[in-house]
T-cell receptor, first 112, second 114 residues
Framework: GENVEQHPSTLSVQEGDSAVIKCTYS??????FPWYKQELGKRPQLIID?????GEKKDQRIAVTLNKTAKHFSLHITETQPEDSAVYFC???????????FGTGTRLKVLA | DAGVTQSPTHLIKTRGQQVTLRCSPK?????VSWYQQALGQGPQFIFQ???????QRGNFPDRFSGHQFPNYSSELNVNALLLGDSALYLC?????????????FGPGTRLLVL
């Protein structure tokens, strides 16, 4: 069935270092891949997204890469700051559907 | 421009009871999706409403039902509550210009079933 695997489950980095979170999806027809940041007790907030016709997208310190052949996509955060600490979720939308399939989340801790 | 709003913020119910959660979409959005987020997990898709009809449903039992009103707001109803229904219920709204869409989430309703 449709599934999104996300790794690692927890990630600790020193302030200023880079963080990378990886996701793999099962439905090869998936065509939209958003990333959400969820702080404790708050709503998931969209931070970046990528569509299947693009290989990479950047927005300041955040970038997402997509490898359709391998069916995986990654979130890259450079120059991490303490306020980047949160749980990050990847998601995939299978083609022909309206639902998002979410990964299990990565708890990122940026150590000052 | 108001974002997605949900009510109530918190709710405590006992097993067997029924609950109704409410969602108002972001201004300009016409589609509402509901997700269940258990503690430490990613959101799980319950269903999506568009033009006042359920357009797609996830793997949730019939105890979960919904409704969308002409002003695009939506309700999620859960009957015969089970302990396992305790979770954060998230509403997400979106708009489909030319098939492109992004879902924006509300703050959620935290439901505790005792």
């Amino acid at each position: 069935g449709e599934n999104v695997e996300q790794h690692p489950s927890t990630l600790s980095v020193q302030e200023g270092d880079s963080a990378v979170i990886k996701c793999t999806y099962s439905d090869s027809a998936s065509n939209y891949f958003p990333w959400y940041k969820q702080e404790l007790g708050k709503r998931p907030q969209l931070i970046i997204d990528i569509r299947s016709n693009v290989g990479e997208k950047k927005d300041q310190r955040i970038a997402v890469t997509l490898n359709k052949t391998a069916k995986h996509f990654s979130l890259h955060i450079t120059e991490t700051q303490p306020e980047d600490s949160a749980v990050y979720f990847c998601a995939a939308r299978p083609s022909g559907t309206y639902k998002y399939i979410f990964g299990t989340g990565t708890r990122l801790k940026v150590l000052a | 421009d108001a974002g997605v709003t949900q009510s109530p913020t918190h709710l405590i119910k006992t097993r067997g009871q029924q609950v109704t959660l409410r969602c108002s979409p972001k201004s300009g959005h016409d589609t509402v999706s509901w997700y269940q987020q258990a503690l430490g997990q990613g959101p799980q898709f319950i269903f999506q409403y568009y033009e006042e009809e359920e357009r797609q449903r996830g793997n949730f039992p019939d105890r979960f039902s919904g409704h969308q009103f002409p002003n695009y707001s939506s309700e999620l109803n859960v009957n015969a509550l089970l302990l396992g229904d305790s979770a954060l219920y998230l509403c997400a709204s979106s708009f489909y210009p030319g098939g492109q869409e992004t879902q924006y989430f509300g703050p959620g309703t935290r439901l505790l079933v005792l």
